[in-house]
């Protein structure tokens, strides 16, 4: 071990150098004003679209605004039948931090697919679902998972999927279609806290309680999959720059209390 005066002059001669200090700084967080995207009132500057429907089509009163809350519920359903549905915000954004909170309730609709069981998601850089075919299952974009603890076991949260697009991990184009995040899991109907940093096509990050749990780049389409063809055929740009933010419904009943947005500077 040294002794306490050889350290004070290994000290004094790093500072004497003016040599760069190592040890490591907490990342600031991002500073400025949050914008409600839900008005907890009604579901203005929103459209629903649902698989089988056309946009705007709220089919079963699937998404809606009770006791302050954004719901979505199947009571109007018979069998779910692979009605999966989003709603959009109205407009598309490209740099921002988007921040939910969730909890998920209740029992899973009849017929929804085992995977789907406490199941919901983020929608970021999307197509808008005016632009969805009328029987298309899921919007082109990257999905931030949103999935409840089953009782037992580990199901993390705030994890990928890639419904019509890929993006680069480790400076490699990644293809798998979901992969998980590092957060631990969350049981019950407790209320978790989520923000997505998007910056348009540098780089994503999931963050729960101030952790980043996954991170990636350059978002992009996926020209071997049928929907996003369609985008590229239109003029679609294969980079993802930004796109429309969408909400969930896979079956499972989910609450929303708080959906707001931070704008960050190019």
């Known amino acids: 071990?040294?002794?306490?005066?050889?350290?004070?002059?290994?000290?004094?001669?790093?500072?004497?150098?003016?040599?760069?200090?190592?040890?490591?700084?907490?990342?600031?967080?991002?500073?400025?004003?949050?914008?409600?995207?839900?008005?907890?009132?009604?579901?203005?500057?929103?459209?629903?679209?649902?698989?089988?429907?056309?946009?705007?089509?709220?089919?079963?009163?699937?998404?809606?605004?009770?006791?302050?809350?954004?719901?979505?519920?199947?009571?109007?359903?018979?069998?779910?039948?692979?009605?999966?549905?989003?709603?959009?915000?109205?407009?598309?954004?490209?740099?921002?931090?988007?921040?939910?909170?969730?909890?998920?309730?209740?029992?899973?609709?009849?017929?929804?697919?085992?995977?789907?069981?406490?199941?919901?998601?983020?929608?970021?850089?999307?197509?808008?679902?005016?632009?969805?075919?009328?029987?298309?299952?899921f919007p082109v974009s990257i999905e931030v998972q949103l999935l409840g603890g089953k009782g037992s076991g580990k199901r993390t949260t705030a994890n990928l999927c890639t419904p019509g697009t890929h993006v680069v991990m480790n400076d490699q184009l990644f293809k798998p279609h979901c992969t998980n995040s590092s957060s631990k899991t969350y049981d019950g109907d407790q209320w978790v806290t989520v923000e997505v940093e998007v910056r348009g096509n540098e780089i994503i990050k999931h963050i729960i309680d101030g952790k980043t749990v996954l991170s990636y780049t350059k978002p992009q389409l996926d020209d071997q999959d049928a929907d996003a063809q369609k985008l590229i055929e239109k003029g679609a740009p294969i980079m993802l720059e930004k796109g429309t933010i969408s909400l969930q419904s896979e079956s499972h009943p989910i609450e929303f209390r708080k959906v707001e947005l931070l704008k960050l500077d190019p």
Not at 72 to 82: K, R, T
Not at 90 to 103: L, N, T
């Open 1 to 137: 071990m040294k002794s306490k005066s050889a350290l004070a002059f290994c000290l004094y001669l790093l500072l004497s150098l003016g040599l760069p200090h190592t040890a490591p700084a907490e990342e600031a967080r991002p500073q400025g004003k949050w914008i409600p995207l839900f008005n907890g009132k009604n579901l203005d500057d929103w459209t629903v679209k649902i698989r089988g429907y056309d946009a705007d089509d709220n089919f079963g009163n699937t998404f809606r605004v009770e006791d302050g809350l954004l719901k979505v519920g199947y009571d109007q359903y018979d069998e779910f039948a692979e009605k999966f549905g989003h709603l959009f915000y109205k407009d598309a954004f490209s740099h921002y931090i988007i921040r939910v909170e969730y909890r998920f309730t209740g029992e899973q609709s009849k017929g929804g697919p085992g995977w789907a069981f406490r199941n919901s998601g983020i929608m970021v850089h999307g197509q808008t679902p005016e632009s969805m075919s009328k029987d298309q299952r």
